[in-house]
T-cell receptor, first 114, second 112 residues
Framework: GENVEQHPSTLSVQEGDSAVIKCTYSDSASNYFPWYKQELGKRPQLIIDIRSNVGEKKDQRIAVTLNKTAKHFSLHITETQPEDSAVYFCAASRASGGSYIPTFGRGTSLIVHP | ETGVTQSPTHLIKTRGQQVTLRCSSQSGHNTVSWYQQALGQGPQFIFQYYREEENGRGNFPPRFSGLQFPNYSSELNVNALELDDSALYLC???????????FGQGTRLTVV
C-alpha cells in the first residue's frame, strides 16, 4: 500500500518568514495530492491540491510543487502570519471507483511567532 | 460551514462494548469516507462508501464495519472495543469524480 512520509514534524518560524513542508510517497498510482490545514479542535480543511499532470500550483501565499519522478511534493507558505499556525497534513491519493482514496502524512505542526 | 455533520461529538465506552457513529453528507455528495485520527497523527483511512457499496478499505480489522444509506448518510460500527480504538473519528463526503472532500467535525471516542 501507499506510504507517505512528511517532514518536519514541527516547524517554528517568525512572522513574515517562509515555511516549507515536504512529503514523499511510494505508490506511483497516486495521482492527486491535497494539503489540509487543521486548527486545534477543528476539522481538517483543504487549502490547496495538485494533480499529477501539473508540476506547480499557486494560490496567493500558498504554493505546492510536485516531482512525480522523485515521488515528492512540497507545500510552500510565504509571508507567514500567526493565523497560519496549525497542523498541516499532506496526502497522496489514488483513484478508486470514480472517487479518491488518500493516505495521509503524520502532520507538521507549524508555529508562527509574532 | 461545510455541511458534513457527525454525531455524537463525544462518546465514552467501556472495553468490549460496541459503538455506532453517524455521518450526514454534504448535500449532493454521494461518497463518504471514514478516518481514524489518533492524537498527534494524521487521519488513517478506514473505508469508503459510494452509492451504498464499499469502495475501498484500509488496514482495519473486520470489527470495523460501515453502512451507507440511500440518502448517502453513513454509519461506522465498531465491535469489541479496545483501548487503542480511542481516537477522533472523522468522516468526509465528496462527489464521485470530484477530488475535494469535506470533513465533518469528528466524534471523539474514548474507550476506558
Amino acid at each position: 500500500g501507499e506510504n507517505v512520509e512528511q517532514h518536519p514534524s514541527t516547524l517554528s518560524v517568525q512572522e513574515g518568514d517562509s515555511a516549507v513542508i515536504k512529503c514523499t510517497y511510494s505508490d506511483s498510482a497516486s495521482n492527486y495530492f491535497p494539503w489540509y490545514k487543521q486548527e486545534l479542535g477543528k476539522r481538517p480543511q483543504l487549502i490547496i491540491d495538485i494533480r499529477s499532470n501539473v508540476g506547480e500550483k499557486k494560490d496567493q501565499r500558498i504554493a505546492v510543487t510536485l516531482n512525480k519522478t522523485a515521488k515528492h511534493f512540497s507545500l510552500h507558505i510565504t509571508e507567514t502570519q500567526p493565523e497560519d499556525s496549525a497542523v498541516y497534513f499532506c496526502a497522496a491519493s489514488r483513484a478508486s471507483g470514480g472517487s479518491y482514496i488518500p493516505t495521509f502524512g503524520r502532520g507538521t505542526s507549524l508555529i508562527v511567532h509574532p | 460551514e461545510t455541511g458534513v455533520t457527525q454525531s455524537p461529538t463525544h462518546l465514552i465506552k467501556t472495553r468490549g462494548q460496541q459503538v455506532t457513529l453517524r455521518c450526514s453528507s454534504q448535500s449532493g455528495h454521494n461518497t463518504v469516507s471514514w478516518y481514524q485520527q489518533a492524537l498527534g497523527q494524521g487521519p488513517q483511512f478506514i473505508f469508503q462508501y459510494y452509492r451504498e457499496e464499499e469502495n475501498g478499505r484500509g488496514n482495519f480489522p473486520p470489527r470495523f464495519s460501515g453502512l451507507q444509506f440511500p440518502n448517502y448518510s453513513s454509519e461506522l460500527n465498531v465491535n469489541a472495543l479496545e483501548l487503542d480504538d480511542s481516537a477522533l473519528y472523522l468522516c468526509a463526503s465528496s462527489l464521485a469524480g470530484n477530488t475535494e472532500a469535506f470533513f465533518g467535525q469528528g466524534t471523539r471516542l474514548t474507550v476506558v
